[in-house]
């Protein structure tokens, strides 16, 4: 897992990671730590990107287009949320592949 | 398995007298009976218990007697030979043995979720109300049955994880000195030599609130998250099925959950009406309740 996501990590969900999705809104549960999370629609969204085939500037620009809103706009928010899961432990890293 | 709390196997003392032994009962899948040499204490066994009255034979016997004793603690509690409790007054012991019962209860089950949760009944659907202890919830659902809802527990919700319904679990309802002046029609009638008792919890079987109110396995339909403020005004609050998941997570006697666990949850909340209840007023509460399950799961 590196220090800092950048455009070029590409993100997958944990194995160790359960999910459900609830009237948009998704709920993680970590088997390592019997941990809940809930995620809100738009992390939802963005949990939903995390399949491991594409690096996170793809993912902005797959989502820009989908909510029509320039890239620039949302590549901020969806780097700081990604940093937010990674540092939860919930997303796959290198070690885990 | 959920481990059970005892205090190990000891010698019992002498028991004076003949000791009767009361009906089977069945706690989910804790089959009891007890043994007393003390008629009233038996009989009122056999009365708190009534709901929980099975044609089976026991799966092992407390015993729950007088000793007779005038300078140390006379009534004993044991279970097999397991001694559990040596007490001056009755009510503390029936107390015990309920606490007792309750534990076995979540120990022995298995194939099924178990919830800190009461949960009534209406018209085929059942409401759940989890919460943590001294939250109001057998308050709650005693004013719900004294309404007309069906009764499936006040403590522990079984949820059956197959079939997703509310396995019930009519345990006697375990009322608290602080909500007696609320629930003051439901204080219970008492052999005279039991009348301490009555300054520990009442134990009021659903039945003797009103006759028939036990009901059968019912699939979930309402989550209703209680919290008692004392002042506050009495309202119902949207909440999300989300995060209704982790409210029912975070009263699962099974910790960690595991990822089964919290699926089967989701499947659960996923055909439920969810909520929260702020109760500054019973009355106020369990009309709302009742408005709540009117309107239909779907509404």
Known sequence: MPDRIDGGYVPRRGAHVASVELDGEGVLYDERTGDLHLLNPTATVLWSCFDGAEALDEIVATLADAFGQPPGGIRGDVLAATQQLAEQGLLDDDDDA | ?299
């Open chain 2, 1 to 299: 398995m959920r481990p059970a709390a005892s205090l190990g196997p000891a010698a019992a003392p002498p028991v004076p007298g003949p000791v009767q032994q009361t009906r089977t009962f069945r706690a989910l899948e804790h089959t009891f009976a007890v043994r007393s040499n003390d008629a009233a204490i038996a009989r009122h066994v056999e009365d708190i218990f009534a709901d929980l009255t099975v044609d089976e034979a026991p799966g092992g016997t407390y015993l729950l007697a007088d000793l007779g004793t005038d300078d140390t603690p006379r009534f004993l509690l044991r279970w097999g030979d397991e001694h559990l409790a040596r007490t001056v007054a009755p009510g503390r012991a029936l107390s015990m043995l309920q606490w007792h019962v309750n534990q076995r209860a979540v120990s022995s089950t298995t194939g099924h979720l178990l919830l800190h949760a009461a949960a009534a009944e209406w018209a085929g659907g059942a409401l759940a109300l989890p919460a943590p202890m001294n939250a109001g919830k057998t308050t709650l659902v005693a004013a719900l049955v004294d309404d007309g809802f069906g009764y499936l527990t006040d403590e522990t919700l079984a949820l059956d994880r197959d079939t997703l319904r509310v396995r019930p679990y009519p345990k006697p309802l375990s009322i608290d000195p602080g909500s007696r002046e609320v629930l003051a029609r439901l204080r219970p009638d008492v052999h005279a030599s039991l009348r301490t008792t009555l300054e520990w919890q009442w134990h009021v079987p659903a039945s003797s609130i009103r006759p028939g109110a036990v009901v059968g396995p019912t699939p979930l339909r309402w989550v209703v998250a209680p919290r008692y403020e004392l002042g506050a005004t009495t309202r119902l609050e949207p909440l999300a099925r989300a995060e209704a998941v982790l409210v029912l997570a975070g009263q699962s006697f099974d910790q960690p959950l595991g990822a089964g666990g919290f699926r089967a949850l989701a499947d659960v909340v996923r055909q439920c009406a969810c909520s929260r209840l702020v109760v500054g007023d019973l009355a106020a509460a369990a009309t709302m309740i009742g408005h709540l399950v009117r309107k239909g799961p779907d509404a």
